[in-house]
C-alpha cells in the first residue's frame, strides 16, 4: 500500500503481511489523533478482540507534531513528539490486538484545508483495501476543528467509492464534545459493559497526554459510566458502560444529502424535544 507521504506506517501487531493483514479488516476506525481510537471506538475494538472472523484496523490521520506536552515530556521537540505519539499509538494497537494500524502523517492544517485532497484520496485507498463493514469517525458536533474536518473528508472519500464497495454503516462517535444531549431515539449505543481492565489500558498507553494532568484515561471511562446511568432505556437497564455515536450511515447512502442540514436536524430534535417538555409542564 502506498500513500501519499512516505513518512505514513502501517503497523500490523502480529506480524502478517501488509495486505492479508488488512484485508481481514471488518471494522475500520478513521480518527484525527493518537488516542481518539481509543476514546471513540471501544465498541468495536472489543467486539473483534480475540476473534477470527472479526477484524479492527485504526487509522490516525495526523502526525501529533502540535500536541500538547508537559513534565518529562516539556522539552521534546516537534519531531520527538511525533515519534512519542507513533510509539503509544503502536502500543494501543498490541494492547487491542488490532488486524493493523495505520498513521497517515499529515500536518492539521492539511487535514483542515478542504482544498487538499491528499487524505481523502489516502482514505479512499484504505477503503479499498481494508472493504471494511463498518466505519467509525468523529461526529459532526465535536468542538474540535480538526475532528470535524477528518468525518468531512471519510465522508467525501466514502462517497465516491462505487455504492457497492461503500461500507454498511458509518458511525460519527464522541471525544471533545459528547452526545448525552441526542434525543434517545437518535443515540446509537455501544455496550461497554465488559473488560473495563482492557478499556483502562487501551487509553492508560497515552503517557505523554495523559501525565500532564489530562486525565483522558478516566474521563473517557467515567463518561461511559455516565452515559449508562443516565440513558433512560429499558434494553440496556444492565449497562454499566455506554458510548454514543450519531448515526451517519444516510450520508453515505445519499452522497446528496446535505450535511449541514443532517446535522442541523439532529440538534432541531434536540431543540423540540426542551422546548416540549417545558411546555407540558409550564
Ligand atoms: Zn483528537
Same mark, same amino acid.
Given at each position: 500500500?502506498?500513500?501519499?507521504?512516505?513518512?505514513?506506517?502501517?503497523?500490523?501487531?502480529?506480524?502478517?503481511?501488509?495486505?492479508?493483514?488488512?484485508t481481514?479488516?471488518?471494522?475500520?476506525?478513521?480518527?484525527?489523533?493518537?488516542?481518539?481510537?481509543?476514546?471513540?471506538?471501544a465498541g468495536?475494538?472489543l467486539?473483534?478482540?480475540?476473534r477470527?472472523?472479526?477484524?479492527?484496523?485504526?487509522?490516525?490521520?495526523?502526525?501529533?507534531r502540535?500536541?500538547?506536552?508537559?513534565?518529562?515530556?516539556?522539552?521534546y521537540?516537534?519531531?520527538a513528539?511525533?515519534?512519542?505519539?507513533?510509539?503509544e499509538?503502536?502500543k494501543?494497537?498490541?494492547?487491542?490486538e488490532y488486524?493493523a494500524q495505520?498513521m497517515?502523517?499529515?500536518?492539521?492544517?492539511v487535514?483542515?484545508?478542504?482544498?487538499?485532497?491528499?487524505p481523502?484520496?489516502?482514505i479512499v485507498?484504505l477503503l479499498?483495501?481494508?472493504?471494511?463493514?463498518?466505519?467509525? !469517525?468523529?461526529?459532526?458536533?465535536d468542538?474540535? *476543528?480538526?475532528?470535524? @474536518?477528518?468525518? &468531512?473528508? +471519510?465522508?467525501?472519500?466514502i462517497? /465516491?467509492?462505487?455504492?457497492?464497495?461503500?461500507?454498511?454503516?458509518?458511525?460519527?462517535?464522541?471525544?471533545?464534545?459528547?452526545l448525552?444531549w441526542?434525543?434517545?431515539?437518535?443515540? !446509537?449505543?455501544?455496550?461497554?459493559s465488559?473488560? *473495563?481492565?482492557?478499556q @483502562?489500558?487501551l &487509553?492508560? +498507553?497515552?503517557?505523554s497526554?495523559? /501525565?500532564?494532568?489530562?486525565?483522558?484515561d478516566?474521563?473517557?471511562?467515567?463518561r461511559?459510566?455516565?452515559?449508562?446511568?443516565?440513558?433512560?432505556?429499558?434494553?440496556?437497564?444492565?449497562?454499566v458502560g455506554l458510548?454514543y455515536a450519531?448515526?451517519?450511515t444516510?450520508?453515505?447512502?445519499d452522497?446528496?444529502?446535505?450535511?449541514?442540514?443532517?446535522?442541523?436536524?439532529?440538534?432541531?430534535?434536540?431543540?423540540q424535544d426542551?422546548?416540549?417538555?417545558i411546555?407540558?409542564?409550564?
Amino acid at each position: 500500500m502506498k500513500f501519499y507521504l512516505d513518512t505514513a506506517e502501517i503497523f500490523v501487531p502480529d506480524n502478517l503481511p501488509v495486505e492479508e493483514a488488512l484485508t481481514r479488516t471488518t471494522h475500520l476506525c478513521i480518527a484525527a489523533h493518537q488516542d481518539d481510537i481509543e476514546i471513540i471506538a471501544a465498541g468495536p475494538i472489543l467486539e473483534c478482540f480475540q476473534r477470527d472472523d472479526k477484524w479492527f484496523t485504526g487509522v490516525v490521520v495526523t502526525d501529533g507534531r502540535g500536541s500538547p506536552r508537559n513534565g518529562m515530556y516539556e522539552k521534546y521537540s516537534d519531531e520527538a513528539m511525533r515519534l512519542v505519539r507513533f510509539k503509544e499509538q503502536r502500543k494501543a494497537a498490541v494492547v487491542g490486538e488490532y488486524a493493523a494500524q495505520i498513521m497517515l502523517d499529515y500536518p492539521s492544517k492539511v487535514v483542515k484545508d478542504g482544498s487538499s485532497t491528499f487524505p481523502v484520496e489516502d482514505i479512499v485507498a484504505l477503503l479499498k483495501e481494508t472493504r471494511p463493514q463498518v466505519v467509525f !469517525t468523529h461526529n459532526l458536533a465535536d468542538k474540535h *476543528e480538526t475532528h470535524v @474536518a477528518v468525518v &468531512l473528508r +471519510v465522508v467525501t472519500a466514502i462517497r /465516491s467509492l462505487p455504492e457497492n464497495e461503500r461500507p454498511q454503516r458509518l458511525y460519527g462517535c464522541e471525544v471533545w464534545r459528547d452526545l448525552d444531549w441526542m434525543v434517545d431515539s437518535d443515540k !446509537t449505543t455501544f455496550d461497554l459493559s465488559q473488560r *473495563e481492565n482492557l478499556q @483502562a489500558a487501551l &487509553l492508560g +498507553v497515552y503517557d505523554s497526554q495523559i /501525565s500532564g494532568g489530562k486525565r483522558y484515561d478516566l474521563a473517557s471511562l467515567a463518561r461511559r459510566r455516565a452515559n449508562a446511568t443516565y440513558f433512560a432505556s429499558h434494553d440496556v437497564d444492565d449497562a454499566v458502560g455506554l458510548s454514543y455515536a450519531m448515526d451517519l450511515t444516510a450520508l453515505i447512502a445519499d452522497p446528496e444529502l446535505d450535511i449541514q442540514n443532517y446535522v442541523q436536524d439532529f440538534i432541531d430534535r434536540f431543540a423540540q424535544d426542551v422546548e416540549a417538555l417545558i411546555t407540558r409542564v409550564l
